[in-house]
């Protein structure tokens, strides 16, 4: 899959990961990107750092109704949504649930919400493509925050589903699973020393936003489903899938080590 000439939605595009990917894809050449975001004044100013072929777009993604009307763009039919938009908690058992409704309204129903949006439309053209952020956590879990955790492994499910249904009627899925990047949801948890954040540190390199947006490239390029910015991520979903207790103790002694 190349961008070039292609329509593309970016959500959660006003800041970290989805900046960077609205960017890029407007250097690959993209005919049209739409800029989306709840934060307008951020999404307005990626759109005026890329040009005329950026369109800023308010969007609330735990709104389906905001979500479709995404579908209307100004270039023409979406040849690629980037279901992008993401929120953390923060918190294990004391999660209250308004926390955790609000986790799943966004890191799962807003990619269910994309699907119906563009898939039937993609599917009457002959193909388009999804890519959904789903973070490491999706396939390896998350430290310090079970909401994440859970809700981000759902939307990994949702998108297998998606390409077990759709591939034969050209629709291609993909799944953005980076562990550390240098956004202001990360930085927020450093600052706070959260253990979510710990974990993060202790796990690898803390990859820029503009690396990420580069894998992305290179993962639409080769269709992959699982788009890994940080390779070591494959080894560990191995190591879970191989040895399922075994990778549960270790994470186990891996957190509680990371503890006072």
Avoid at 52 to 77: H, M
Avoid at 237 to 258: I, N, Q, S, T
């Amino acid at each position: 899959m190349r961008v070039q000439d292609k329509v593309v939605v970016v959500t959660g595009a006003a800041s970290g990961i989805g900046r960077a990917l609205a960017r890029r894809f407007a250097d690959e050449g993209a005919k049209g990107v739409v800029v989306a975001d709840l934060d307008e004044a951020g999404a307005t100013a990626v759109a005026k750092e890329i040009g005329p072929r950026a369109t800023p777009v308010r969007a609330d993604v735990s709104k389906e109704e905001d979500v479709a009307a995404l579908a209307d763009t100004p270039f023409g039919p979406v040849d690629l949504f980037c279901s992008n938009a993401g929120v953390i908690g923060g918190h294990g058992l004391d999660a209250s649930e308004q926390e955790w409704s609000a986790l799943y309204a966004v890191n799962v129903l807003a990619h269910v919400y994309a699907a119906r949006a563009v898939v039937p439309s993609m599917v009457a053209r002959g193909g388009g493509y999804l890519l959904n952020t789903c973070s490491a956590a999706g396939l390896i879990n998350c430290p310090g925050d079970a909401p994440y955790a859970v809700t981000k492994a759902a939307a990994v499910a949702f998108a297998e589903w998606l390409a077990i249904h759709y591939a034969p009627k050209g629709i291609k899925v993909s799944v953005l699973c980076p562990q550390g990047v240098r956004t202001a949801m990360l930085e927020h948890g450093m600052g706070t020393d959260h253990l979510t954040a710990r974990a993060v540190r202790a796990s690898g390199a803390i990859l820029d936003p503009a690396d990420v947006a580069a894998a992305v490239v290179d993962g639409l390029a080769a269709e992959r489903f699982h788009i890994l910015p940080h390779p070591e991520v494959a080894e560990y979903a191995r190591r879970k899938a191989e040895d399922p207790d075994r990778w549960l103790a270790g994470m186990a002694a891996f957190v509680a080590g990371l503890q006072p």
